[in-house]
C-alpha cells in the first residue's frame, strides 16, 4: 500500500477566514466546482482508494438508473424510471435544481454555516449572536470529529452501523470537530423549503410512495473536504423487518439533492439490490471483502442539482471525505402512509410516540407550507397537488416560517 497526500496541494480555495472574517477554518464558502481544500490528509490507505473509487464510479455510470425526471400521459412517471429504481434501489435525477435554484441553497448555506456555534457547546455563532439551535429542543447541529467515522461499530441509532470505517488521519491544521449533519434543515434555509415543495420530487415520492405519501425527515448532510466524517455502512428503518407485509419499499427513500455535486470520493455509496433483501450481514460483507470497501457498491455520482432517489434499505453509507470538493446533501424522506400510520416513532429523528392520524396531519403541513415558498418564488410553475391537504390553504410569510421553529420533533421516524 502507498502512501501519498490525498489532498496533494492547497487549492483555488477561499475560505473566509483567509481573507479575515474570522470564519472558522471548518467553514467553507466556496461557489460549485470550485476546489474547497484546505486541510491536506495523508492516508496510508489513498492508493488503493484511488482504484477503488474509479472502478466503482465506472460501475455506477454503467447502470440505467439516471437521467431527468419524466413523467408520461396523464402524469405517471415513467415506467423505465419506476423499474429502474426497484431494481437497483437508486435513481439518479439529473439537472432537478437549476443555477437561480443553486445559488439560493449556495447563499443559504453560506448564511448557516456563519450561524453554526463556533465549537460544541458554544453560546455564540461567527458573529457573537447566539447560534442556530438557541432555544430549540429538537435535534438540529450534529458534530463528529475530522474524518471519524462518529457512529460504526455502536449501539447508536439502534445499531444500525454495525462496522467501523476506516479513520483515516486529519491534517494538523483540521479543526477537532465540525458539523456533519443539521436535522430539520427546513426551519433554517427557505432555499432548502422550496427544494422540498419542487413539484417533479413530489410528483417522484407520489409515483413511489402513493398519492398519500408522507414526510419523513429532513436533514443536511455536510461533507467538507479533508474533514467530512463517514457514515458507516448501515441500512435505514428499524420498524418493519419483520413484518408480515414487508417489501422493498416498507421503509420509505431518501431524496438526497445535491448542491455541489458529489463524487466516489465524498458520495454516498449503495450496494444496489440490497432494499429488497429482508436479511443482510453487513459484518459478513465486511469481512470478506476484507475492508470496508465493498466490491459490488457503486457511488452516486451527481452533477450540482441533481437529485438521488435512495431506498432506505439499501445498504448504503459514505467514506470520510479526504478530498479536495465539498458535498452538500439536501436530504428529504418520504414514506408510504401504510408504513407509518400506527406505528410507534423510533425515535432516531423526531419524538417517541404513536404516529397517528394527527401527527401525520401536522407533520404533512410543512408541504403545504414547501408548496407555497415555491409557488412565490417560482410563480411560473404548476405547483405541486399534495392530496391529502387538498382543500386547505397555505401561506408562507415570516408568521409560517416561526412556526416551523422544532417542526422536526414531530418526524415520522420508523
Ligand atoms: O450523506 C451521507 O453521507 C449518508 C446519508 C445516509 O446515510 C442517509 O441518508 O441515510
Redesign the pocket.
Known amino acids: 500500500m502507498g502512501s501519498h497526500p490525498a489532498i496533494a496541494q492547497e487549492q483555488n480555495c477561499c475560505p473566509a477566514s483567509a481573507e479575515g472574517s474570522g470564519v472558522a477554518p471548518s467553514l467553507f464558502l466556496c461557489k460549485r466546482g470550485e476546489m474547497t481544500a484546505t486541510h491536506v490528509t495523508t492516508d496510508s490507505d489513498a492508493d488503493t482508494m484511488e482504484q477503488y473509487f474509479a472502478d466503482g464510479e465506472r460501475r455506477a455510470l454503467e447502470l440505467p438508473n439516471r437521467g431527468p425526471i419524466r413523467f408520461v400521459g396523464d402524469g405517471a412517471l415513467h415506467p423505465d424510471i419506476v423499474a429502474a429504481y426497484w431494481e437497483y434501489g437508486f435513481y439518479v435525477f439529473e439537472g432537478v435544481f437549476g443555477s437561480d435554484e443553486l445559488a439560493d441553497m449556495e447563499a443559504d448555506l453560506a448564511a448557516l454555516r456563519r450561524r453554526f456555534p463556533t465549537h460544541r457547546g458554544s453560546a455564540v455563532d461567527l458573529d457573537g449572536n447566539p447560534p442556530i439551535g438557541t432555544g430549540l429542543k429538537a435535534q438540529n447541529v450534529i458534530w463528529a470529529k475530522s474524518l471519524s467515522d462518529p457512529v460504526g461499530g455502536s449501539r447508536r441509532a439502534h445499531g444500525r452501523h454495525p462496522v467501523k470505517m476506516h479513520e483515516p488521519e486529519a491534517a494538523a491544521d483540521a479543526p477537532d470537530e465540525v458539523v456533519f449533519v443539521v436535522h430539520g434543515s427546513l426551519q433554517f434555509s427557505d432555499a432548502c423549503l422550496r427544494a422540498y415543495g419542487h413539484p417533479g420530487l413530489l410528483g417522484v415520492a407520489a409515483a413511489l410512495n402513493g398519492d398519500d405519501f408522507t414526510p419523513f425527515n429532513e436533514?443536511l448532510?455536510l461533507?467538507d473536504p479533508g474533514v467530512g466524517p463517514?457514515?458507516a455502512w448501515?441500512r435505514?428503518g428499524v420498524t418493519h423487518w419483520d413484518s408480515p407485509n414487508w417489501d422493498q419499499g416498507s421503509h420509505g427513500f431518501?431524496f438526497?439533492g445535491q448542491v455541489f455535486g458529489c463524487t466516489p470520493e465524498n458520495?454516498?455509496w449503495v450496494v444496489p439490490g440490497t432494499h429488497k433483501m429482508r436479511d443482510v450481514d453487513i459484518p459478513g460483507m465486511v469481512a470478506e471483502a476484507g475492508s470496508d470497501r465493498l466490491p459490488h457498491a457503486v457511488p452516486l455520482v451527481c452533477q450540482p442539482g441533481d437529485v438521488a432517489v435512495?431506498n432506505?434499505q439499501a445498504v448504503?453509507?459514505?467514506f470520510a471525505n479526504t478530498s479536495p470538493q465539498a458535498?452538500v446533501?439536501i436530504?428529504m424522506?418520504f414514506h408510504r402512509r401504510a408504513s407509518v400510520i400506527g406505528q410507534m416513532g423510533s425515535g432516531i429523528h423526531g419524538t417517541v410516540g404513536l404516529l397517528d392520524h394527527d401527527r401525520i396531519t401536522e407533520r404533512s403541513k410543512v408541504i403545504g407550507i414547501a408548496i407555497e415558498a415555491r409557488k412565490q418564488r417560482y410563480p411560473e410553475e404548476t405547483p405541486f397537488d399534495y392530496r391529502p391537504l387538498a382543500g386547505q390553504n397555505f401561506s408562507f410569510d415570516d408568521q409560517a416560517r416561526s412556526a416551523l421553529a422544532d417542526y422536526n420533533a414531530l418526524d415520522l421516524s420508523v
Do not use: I
Open positions: 436533514v448532510f461533507k463517514s457514515v448501515h435505514d431518501n438526497m458520495g454516498v435512495t432506505r448504503h453509507g459514505s458535498r446533501t436530504n424522506g
